[in-house]
């Protein structure tokens, strides 16, 4: 029958039929993929860089694209920075003049390993810069919600021709929200617009302790990695290009 798939675990004996759509995988499949342990499987769930969907039994089914865009950084190579790191490193990158450094030391010590890291590798250790959340939302509502968010990826690009310049690439009509906004300001947002939670709805919040929307688009420098964690190819390569730029300025 078209669209099912049998699910055979060995250890228990037991055939799990169930219907998933190319868009979904088990943890197991998942595991295998990233070739990683089926605990870190769960903490990259848990941090929300892997989406779960939904369960059948005790399975959970993981959003596809969000293990591929994964797979695409190399989760498995290098440990990630915390959150508060990455979002010094960015302001580094953007050449800020407050970075959320203090000690001298540290600051000198997070730009000698950007300067010694590709973009590659620095995608790879910015992937817990945000808790990525999802919703439905009406294609008349996207403008508001986006002006209470800091504006990410084509997001970003879309509202501002300059920073769309900046990557070569060009604008669209925006069809989607994606931004960075603190838990608070994203809860507030969902109340008031009545958002339904939606793994592959058109609003994208990127939940953040470390930088508030106190600017209504993201840095070049966060930009830049939002487009390298794309799946899209030209997307990807312009992130990459601009990182390797501003990793060359340090």
Do not use: C
């Not at 943890?27 to 929300?48: F, K, M, N, P, T």
């Not at 730009?111 to 910015?126: F, G, I, T």
């Not at 009509?173 to 994606?178: G, I, N, R, S």
């Amino acid at each position: 029958m078209p669209g099912r798939r049998l699910i055979y675990s060995v250890a228990h004996a037991t055939i799990y039929d169930m219907t998933l759509s190319a868009q979904t995988m088990t943890s197991a499949e998942a595991s295998r993929l990233l070739g990683v342990s089926s605990r870190q499987i769960q903490r990259l769930a848990d941090s929300g860089r892997i989406t779960i969907v939904g369960h059948v039994g005790r399975i959970a089914l993981l959003d596809t694209n969000s293990v591929l865009q994964l797979r695409q950084v190399g989760v498995a190579r290098g440990r990630a920075w915390n959150e508060a790191t990455v979002w010094s490193a960015i302001a580094l990158l953007d050449g800020a003049v407050e970075v959320g450094i203090d000690d001298a030391a540290t600051r000198w010590h997070l730009r000698n390993r950007l300067q010694n890291m590709s973009a590659e590798q620095l995608v790879r250790v910015a992937g817990h810069r945000a808790t990525i959340v999802r919703y439905r939302a009406s294609a008349s509502q996207l403008r508001a919600i986006g002006a209470g968010v800091m504006l990410a990826g084509t997001s970003a690009l879309d509202d501002d021709g300059e920073l769309a310049q900046t990557f070569g690439l060009a604008q669209s009509t925006p069809d989607a929200v994606d931004g960075y906004v603190s838990a608070e300001d994203a809860a507030a947002l969902e109340d008031r617009f009545f958002l339904i939670r939606d793994h592959a709805g058109n609003v994208k919040f990127r939940l953040t302790k470390s930088r508030r929307a106190d600017a209504h688009i993201a840095s070049v420098a966060a930009v830049a990695i939002d487009l390298a964690e794309s799946l899209d190819t030209r997307q990807r390569s312009a992130g990459l290009r601009v990182l390797r730029r501003l990793l060359g300025r340090l």
